[in-house]
């Protein structure tokens, strides 16, 4: 995951087809499967917290983390909790950048 989160997002500019297959697999292994790949579309997770604050707090670290790489997920705010999904929009599939971000927000104390 390191090696991941060390790299930046690529802007995509569309035209490039999603990654499929054993391309997810080998960045999905890189990422850790506290992720989940759903249907090769997009990744998702969920993260805990022990109030609306602090789940706040870490929603706001995924924002600017989200505005340095130039790639922004979904974010699902609640009390105690935050959803992310990430896919690339411009190709309605995933790209390296997905993974990338993912792994920048794994990071976050």
Avoid at 72 to 79: G, K, M, N, R, T
Wanted: glycine share 10%.
């Amino acid at each position: 995951m390191d090696r991941l989160a060390e790299k930046h997002c690529i802007p995509c500019r569309g035209g490039v087809p999603p990654l499929r297959g054993e391309e997810i697999k080998e960045l999905h292994d890189q990422l850790g499967e506290s992720w989940q790949v759903v249907e090769e579309h997009h990744l998702q997770k969920e993260f805990s917290f022990d109030g609306f604050a602090s789940a706040l707090d870490f929603t706001n670290k995924v924002g600017a983390i989200a505005e340095d790489e130039g790639h922004h997920p979904d974010i699902y705010l609640a009390w105690g909790k935050v959803g992310i999904t990430i896919w690339t929009h411009k190709i309605d599939g995933l790209t390296e950048s997905d993974f990338i971000l993912a792994a920048k927000v794994d990071q976050i104390d």
